[in-house]
């Protein structure tokens, strides 16, 4: 739990930086309508009720909409990395989101919820697949023109399995 609170702390501070040192952010282009990208890395922290806990590295590739200025939806692809136990875990998740763009548009803190699918298999772990809901808290900050680096945080269980990840990426907004 140490590691996971220094490696979020490390993220925030990351993603500050950034913010603070890239040239100053023009107003995003618009809140128009349209389509997005993105992939971003960070940490998950896998446990069992009862049994196994472990933090592993994950990848994340997202694309999505922004229908209105305060709501977008996503399709987001998180597979993650381990180095022991044999273990393999994905994530394939719909979320929706509200938005509430601040400092004209540069930052925009969101709250999200949707289906997600998780798959998790190996030695120790079983093997168990399902459906579930997920839950997403974080922030997007403008860096330039229709970039932006997003920090998100995101809760998903099936089962007895629950899984909490942090990842840090960049979003571009067509």
């Known amino acids: 739990m140490k590691r996971t609170l220094s490696v979020i702390a490390l993220a925030l501070f990351a993603v500050a ?5 890239a040239e100053p952010a023009p107003k995003t282009t618009s809140f128009k309508a349209g389509p997005y990208a993105g992939v971003g ?8 009720d009862g049994g196994s806990d472990t ?3 994950a990848i994340n590739v997202n694309a999505g909409y922004r229908f209105l200025k305060y709501v977008r939806a996503d399709l987001s692809i998180t597979p993650y990395f381990f180095m022991e136990d044999d273990v393999t875990v994905y994530t394939v998740n719909v979320t929706g989101y509200g938005t509430l763009p601040l400092n004209g548009g ?3 803190p969101y709250v999200g919820a949707g289906l997600g699918y998780l798959g998790v298999s190996g030695d120790n772990w079983g093997a168990s697949s399902d459906w579930g809901i997920t ?9 330039y023109k ?3 680096v997003g ?5 998903q269980g099936i089962d007895d399995y629950k899984l909490l990840q942090v990842t840090v990426g960049p979003r571009y907004y067509f």
């Open 106 to 108: 540069k930052i925009t």
């Open 135 to 143: 839950f997403a808290l974080g922030s997007d900050f403008v860096v």
């Open 55 to 57: 933090t592993e590295v």
């Open 41 to 48: 890395a960070g940490i998950g922290n896998h446990s069992v």
């Open 17 to 21: 930086s950034v913010a603070m040192a």
């Open 146 to 148: 229709n970039w932006s």
């Open 151 to 155: 920090l998100d945080l995101r809760y």
